[in-house]
C-alpha cells in the first residue's frame, strides 16, 4: 500500500470528473435557455421566447431579480434616471365612489389636484360660526317667591347613613307598599298605619 499519494475517494480521478460532469448539468438545465441567442452583445431579442411564454399560458423571470443581464442596464437607466416624471414620493391612488356603475361624479379626476388637496390642511371639521357662538348660556332664571323661601341649601342637609345617592330605587316603594298593604296596614296622613279590625 502507497501511503504518500492521495488514497480517498475524493481525489480520484474518475470521482472528481464524473462530480464536475453532474454539476455541470445541473448548472446547464437551470440556466439553459434554448429560445434565446448566445450572442454576448445582447443585440438579438428574445421574441421567440416571449411568443412561447404567451401561447403556453406560463409565468416566468428572465434573468435574476427584476430584469436580465441584456436589460440591467435599461433597469438601472429608467430607476435612478433624474429626469423622472414624478418623484419618489407615495402618489395616493383613490378607488372609484361608484364602482358597480358609471361614475356619477361631477367630472373626472385630477390626481394633481386632488393629492395638493388631500395633503393640506383639514377643513372638514366644523368650527364655532353658528348663531350661537356670540352668545352666553349661563343665564339664570330668579325663582317665583313662594319656592325661594322653600329651597334648602345643600350644606343644611344631613344625610343618614342609609341615604343612596340619587335617591333610593322607585321598584323599593312599590315593594314596601305591597308588602305593607298585604300585611294589613293603611297609608294615612302621610304615614302608614296598623288597620284596626272591626268587632
Not at 411564454?53 to 435599461?74: K, L, P, Q, S, W
Not at 344631613?158 to 340619587?166: A, Y
Request: aromatic share 10%; net charge positive; hydrophobic share 25%.
Amino acid at each position: 500500500m502507497i501511503f504518500d499519494k492521495p488514497h480517498t475517494l475524493g481525489s480520484d480521478d474518475c470521482w472528481i470528473h464524473s462530480q464536475n460532469l453532474q454539476s455541470k448539468e445541473m448548472y446547464e438545465y437551470h440556466l439553459f435557455n434554448p429560445y434565446k441567442t448566445n450572442i454576448p452583445k445582447c443585440e438579438n431579442k428574445v421574441k421567440e421566447l416571449s411568443d412561447f411564454v404567451v401561447e403556453n399560458n406560463m409565468h416566468i423571470r428572465d434573468g435574476y431579480g427584476f430584469t436580465n443581464a441584456c436589460f440591467v442596464d435599461n433597469d438601472t437607466k429608467l430607476r435612478n434616471n433624474q429626469k423622472l416624471t414624478h418623484g419618489k414620493c407615495k402618489n395616493q391612488l383613490n378607488t372609484r365612489v361608484f364602482q358597480a356603475v358609471p361614475d356619477l361624479g361631477h367630472s373626472g379626476f385630477e390626481p394633481v389636484i386632488d393629492s395638493r388637496m388631500t395633503q393640506g390642511e383639514d377643513t372638514s371639521e366644523k368650527k364655532s360660526c353658528s348663531v350661537n357662538s356670540g352668545k352666553g348660556f349661563d343665564v339664570f332664571t330668579p325663582l317665583i317667591p313662594c319656592l325661594k323661601s322653600t329651597v334648602q341649601d345643600v350644606k343644611h342637609i344631613v344625610h343618614p347613613d342609609e341615604w343612596v345617592r340619587g335617591g333610593e330605587h322607585t321598584r323599593d316603594h312599590i315593594k314596601q307598599k305591597r308588602f305593607l298593604e298585604r300585611n294589613g296596614y293603611v297609608f294615612e296622613n302621610n304615614i302608614w298605619k296598623k288597620k284596626k279590625c272591626d268587632k
